[in-house]
């Protein structure tokens, strides 16, 4: 986007990520049924909770000079 923004202009820069954009539904439309659907299985707010702790474990604090 740099590239085309610099040397050939901002309409090529916004034109570039449209057309993937306009595009991108039709793909998933084709490709609907090669995809694996599952349901939903809940939050997963509690998961990545469970996973900072075990990340932070003991070697964490608020006080940053301890850190």
């Known amino acids: 986007m740099v590239y085309a ?12 990520p449209l057309s993937f954009f306009v595009v ?7 490709g609907r049924k090669r995809y694996v659907r599952s ?9 990545a909770v469970q996973l900072w702790k075990l990340a932070t ?3 964490w604090s608020i006080n ?4």
Do not use: D, Q
């Not at 940053?64 to 850190?67: D, F, I, L, Y």
């Open 5 to 16: 923004e610099k040397y050939v202009g901002f309409w090529l820069a916004y034109m570039i």
């Open 57 to 59: 474990k003991g070697r």
């Open 24 to 30: 991108s539904p039709f793909v998933m439309w084709w």
């Open 39 to 47: 349901p939903p299985s809940g939050s997963v707010l509690s998961k």
């Open 64 to 67: 940053p000079v301890k850190t």
